[in-house]
């Protein structure tokens, strides 16, 4: 059973005067087949803590440990982190000129995979994970995200992830600009690989309303770069009904 292990996780960013901390010892442990839920307001560190697992070099891990079954993912080069089964689906998905979806999601695939996807096979595959979340099949052929609406690039993210088959799944804010239809279909996709029972999922959010599509194991409250308090789907109501005031305290970061 793959197994992410987050402990005492410090870390910071170049700011003009100097290192900030955000990540201000973050401890989460999360198991395949397990939903958790990161919930906090804008800048209390949350996408902070989904880039540093993803080894962006933007962020300086301070102090702690990130273990994937017991392997040190901290040292780890981000396309090691991607082979290891390490999967970020992000916020703002870039742009990559030249490079088509098909093209991509090929080479993604074959690194992962440590082989090329038999092509018969894999064309089928990728037409089928299409189909179910309503994208165009002229898309494939399309350059990376470019030109590709809000809704576009995180049905590509997903689509990415329904692919790939990562051992833990890190979607940060993956709601953020979508219509209902959108959100729908999007959550369709997360929870088709949630049900494989394979991957632990980390989704990153300050939303309630994607938890009315995916229902999350378990629910963290992100506040002051750490983890404030813990609990079932029954928590996410709890801050739909009071807001993230009584934890906040003027006590957020980045």
Known sequence: MATLEIRDLHVSVEAENGPREILRGVDLTVKQGETHAIMGPNGSGKSTLAYSLAGHPKYTVTSGQVLLDGEDVLAMSVDERARAGVFLAMQYPVEVPGVSVSNFLRTAATAVRGEAPKLRTWVKEVKETMAALQMDPAFAERNVNEGFSGGEKKRHEILQLELLKPKIAILDETDSGLD??????????????????????????HYTRILRYIQPDYVHVFAGGRIVESGGPELADKLENEGYEAYVKGGAVA
Do not use: Y
């Open 180 to 205: 209902v239809d959108a959100l729908r279909i999007v959550s369709e996709g997360i929870n088709r690989v949630r049900a494989t029972g394979e991957v632990g999922t980390l989704l990153v959010t």
